[in-house]
């Protein structure tokens, strides 16, 4: 079922969404060759608390971390780990925080340093791929219709889609209906509704699009270990459009 939320609880997961801004911003100064994963948790795990919340992510599914940090062909979920980032990678640094009782998410990737053209390229389309999903949020039009109009420009720049996972409703769980694909076709799934508070996340990968579970049975890899990039923001549906929450 999908739950439209009260003007209240609006307000209360707008805060929730720029504390959590405050932390992404945070880490994202601290991305740089030499530093590891499990130092970017542990940082964003201080930071939460420090803010009067408490991370989502930590054990949830079994998820032993705060945050998930998925470097080059890792899609999401990565586990933090003592792997150095080097020059040239790029890392997605996912993060969901608990303030008040509700849940905010939001992801971004960074370069590591100095990145190639190529990976400069990815990194680009993807965040577009997103701009132009949120531009297509208003009541009326369906999940169908952002999901048509990311997966069209994602392929049209010679880039695929992530078929397996996909954005979701949030709330007081973390995640809720409806379910939001990053392809499908227009007019189709669920109508947009004001009220309803929504997370978009495409995941795009230079090669295949199918996935595999990584030896630490939580993060998912490009099945032929093609580069991939992902990145998500949460939003409200308004009256005309919607409003970004999680706006950096």
Known sequence: MIKIKTKEEIEIMREGAQLLVKIIKDLEKKIEPGITTNELNMAAESHIFQLGA????????????????????????????????????????????????????????????????????????????????????????????????????????????????????????????????????RKEGAVLKEGMVLCLEPMVTVGDWNLKKGKDGQTFITRDNSLSCHFEHEVVVTSNGCEILTKL
């Open 54 to 185: 408490k991370p989502s992510f930590k054990g949830y599914g079994g998820f032993p971390a705060a945050l998930c940090t998925s470097v080059n062909e890792e899609v999401v979920h990565g586990v933090p780990s003592e792997r150095v980032l080097k020059e040239g990678d790029i890392i997605t640094i996912d993060l969901g925080i608990l303030y008040k009782g509700y849940h905010s998410d939001m992801a971004v990737t960074v370069p590591v340093g100095e990145i190639d053209d190529e990976t400069r390229r990815l990194v680009r389309v993807t965040k577009d791929s997103l701009r132009m999903g949120i531009n297509k949020v208003k009541p009326g039009r369906t999940v169908g219709d952002v999901g048509n109009t990311i997966q069209r420009y994602i392929e049209s720049q010679g880039y695929n889609v992530v078929r397996e996972l996909c954005g979701h409703g949030i709330g007081k769980n973390l995640h809720e209906d409806p379910q939001i694909l990053n392809y499908g076709k």
